[in-house]
């Protein structure tokens, strides 16, 4: 047998060795090849009832898709645990009720299961629309009202009253119901309503009903009887519960009265008031008059004294004690309480705020005070677009709890297609531990605007309080205002130095191109709208007035002023007008970065930013020394989130400082759309210019953060 050569046989073990590899080889090549086709991954299993199709049947009055939108829970059903015969029985009983709310009083459906399918068999029968109504026995209420009250089972579904009103005997049964209610309430307790009683046309297209009204005896309060401790003379017990006791008598009312009085006690400090009302409508006498005893309990009088504070993790014990301590040794007051509980709220400091009076053995309350604190540290960026300022990016770190006093600071970052911005704020809301807020601001900033560019540097001070007081004035005057606090009045101070870099703007128009000036100034604000990034009803009144110098000696007094209106329409629909002026009085003319300007997304628009009023040669505006504004808006509900807006804006600019222009307004009325954001409304708006002049434009378009006004 022939010997192999060694050089062979070493060739068969690399061979060899070369095949056991292999498989692994082959298995990581299939890992990292990129070429390599992955195996489909297995589709998402179907819902269940995906593949049934729903058939419609025997329906002429009434497309697929309202039909659908009748039976959607039901088909939602369906589609996630598949077609079974409650399911199918539950499409059919919500179908028949739409055709029935809709007038079809005989509309009957039945339903058949067939192999992945469901098919709804519709019998209509004959529309029925509501003819007329014919109401008597009403006497405490006028017919137009009782008819109002009756429908509105039917007009709250259709969001108004429909062109052939439809019989719906559902309806009609419930705003019987709805009646009766309404008479309860103003005190006729023994009221009923007979019917409704129906009468059909020959065809049965068209239903006349009847009711009768039964309105029974009015009850209304006796002169209330007192028992037990009243701590105050009685005329002056009864007094307070003057409005309370010409109401009708009912069991709401009733409970009214334990509560108002039970008020009445607590605002004079006693803590412990009981208040038990009695009166039973089976004692009233002939005239409907119910026996009323009072119980009354008033109990000592009580003051905070002391505190318990927990839960502060980074916030001093002592700076909680601080906020606090205005109520010491102070007779107790619920809306003092509610008052600082909600100032503290308002800080951003805290999660969740409770401050708890506890009754003490030597009638004090020790205020047990829960809290839960807030992160204080955050970074944020926004980011936007306007019609002016072009895309805008901004960045913001902040503190609001330095030293674990409170006190607030940052840096603010902002950058635009105009302007690249720095500030540092420092803010202190409790200035010397009382409710005056300091606030400091640094800043540089560099802008370009239309027809020149500038920078400039700066510090401003400001201290700013709340009027406390100012609840009283609405209660004189017989006003609810919607915060408590809303009358804000502020000083402030500031020195800034600014530049003109670069103008394409003619000199004599620009004034002065480098300059120092030191402002001093006050405001004063009363908001009483129910919201300030998003108002809706409410109104604002606000003004300014600060004096301004120079470097040069030279200085000019300005002055504005601002109110707004909103007011809520039915149909979701709002209404806002507002009045703005400015003057500035001064002896020669301020430098251009001090004028107003008028033009843009919340002054007139009709025209782009700054573009209404005085112009140099070349186009450029130069501003003026005073201007009037007025703008009218309404807006409307479009879908969900989505509104569309009416507005109308006039405004003038003069160069004349001493007076606000009451003649050349300029004037913008255009259209609008709104999207709600938690900051306000993204806006678009496109104003168009009723009296254009040689070589304006027919308007503008503008796209904005926040209401116009």
């Known amino acids: 047998m022939p010997r192999l050569a060694p050089s062979f046989l070493r060739n068969i073990r690399w061979f060899l060795l070369v095949c056991a590899a292999l498989p692994g080889s082959l298995a990581v090549a299939s890992w990292w090849n990129p070429w390599e086709k992955k195996p489909a991954s297995p589709p998402k299993a179907a819902l269940l009832g995906e593949g049934v199709r729903i058939r419609f049947s025997g329906a002429k009055s009434f497309s697929e898709k309202r039909m659908r939108q009748a039976i959607e829970e039901p088909l939602r059903q369906i589609r996630t645990e598949g077609l079974t015969r409650a399911n199918a029985d539950d499409a059919a009983y919500y179908l028949s009720a739409f055709f029935q709310d809709q007038g079809f009083a005989s509309a009957e459906v039945q339903w058949e299961i067939r192999p992945q399918e469901l098919r709804l068999n519709i019998r209509e029968g004959t529309a029925c629309r509501l003819r007329s109504v014919q109401v008597s026995g009403n006497r405490a209420l006028s017919t137009p009202e009782v008819l109002a009250i009756l429908k509105s089972p039917t007009t709250d579904r259709f969001q108004g009253e429909p062109p052939n009103f439809p019989f719906v005997m559902d309806d009609l049964q419930r705003g019987c119901g709805r009646v009766v209610d309404w008479y309860q309430a103003e005190g006729f307790l023994n009221a009923d309503v007979e019917g409704p009683e129906v009468r059909f046309s020959k065809d049965s297209t068209e239903a006349e009903v009847s009711i009768e009204i039964r309105e029974g005896q009015r009850y209304f309060f006796g002169q209330p009887q007192f028992e037990g401790d009243l701590a105050y003379p009685r005329a002056t017990v009864q007094e307070a519960l003057a409005s309370q006791l010409r109401a009708p008598y009912t069991a709401a009312n009733l409970a009214g009265i334990e509560s108002a009085l039970r008020e009445f006690y607590t605002r004079r400090a006693h803590f412990e008031a009981s208040v038990e009302a009695l009166a039973d409508p089976a004692e009233a006498d002939a005239q409907g008059k119910v026996p009323l005893l009072i119980r009354v309990k008033a109990g000592p009088t009580y003051q905070f004294q002391g505190m318990q504070v927990q839960g502060l993790t980074r916030l001093r014990t002592e700076w909680m004690r601080a906020r606090l301590l205005s109520l010491e040794n102070q007779p107790y007051s619920p809306e003092s309480l509610e008052a ?33 604190e807030a992160k204080a540290r955050e970074l944020g960026f926004s980011t936007g677009y306007g019609s002016y300022e072009g895309f805008m990016l901004g960045t913001r770190a902040w503190d609001r709890n330095l030293f674990g006093r409170g006190v607030q600071g940052g840096v603010d970052l902002s950058f635009s297609q105009r302007s690249i911005s720095v500030e540092g704020i420092f803010s202190n809301p409790w200035l010397f531990e009382t409710q005056t807020q300091f606030v400091t601001r640094v800043f540089i900033r560099n802008r370009i605007e239309l027809g020149y560019d500038k920078r400039e540097a700066g510090i401003r001070g400001e201290l700013s309080r709340r009027i406390e ?140 930013e700054r573009k209404l009023g005085i112009r140099d040669s070349q186009g450029f505006p130069i501003g003026g020394s005073a201007y009037t504004l007025a703008n009218v808006e309404t807006d409307f509900p479009l879908w969900q989130s989505l509104r569309g807006a009416l507005f109308f804006d006039a405004g003038s600019l003069a160069e004349d400082g001493e007076r606000a222009p009451v003649s050349h307004f300029r004037k913008a009325v255009g259209v609008g759309l709104r999207y709600a954001l938690p900051v306000g409304p993204l806006r678009l708006d496109l104003g168009f210019n009723p009296d254009r002049k040689p070589n304006e434009s027919w308007g503008a378009a503008h796209v904005s953060f926040g209401f116009a006004f």
């Open 469 to 608: 007081t100012s609840r009283r004035l609405f209660d004189w005057l017989h006003l609810s205002p919607f915060t408590q606090n809303p009358l804000q009045v502020g000083v402030y101070g500031q020195t800034r130095t600014v530049e003109i870099t670069a103008s394409d703007i003619a000199p004599k128009y620009l004034g002065k191109t480098a300059y120092q000036i030191a402002t001093v100034g006050v405001s004063a604000t009363l908001d009483e709208r129910d919201n300030a990034l998003n108002p809706t009803r409410g109104w604002l009144l606000a003004g300014l007035l600060d004096t301004n110098t120079l470097e040069n000696g030279n200085s000019f007094l300005r002055t504005s002023g601002r109110v707004g209106w909103h007011y809520p329409l039915p149909g979701g629909i709002g209404f806002a007008v507002s009045g703005r002026f400015g003057l500035l009085s001064q002896q020669s003319s301020p430098p251009i970065d001090e004028r107003f300007f008028l033009g843009g997304p919340t002054t007139v628009r009709s025209f782009r």
């Open 340 to 372: 600082k509980t909600r100032r503290l709220m308002a800080s951003g400091l805290f999660e969740s705020l409770e401050i708890r009076p506890e009754p003490q053995p030597n009638r004090t309350l020790r205020l047990q005070v829960n809290a839960r």
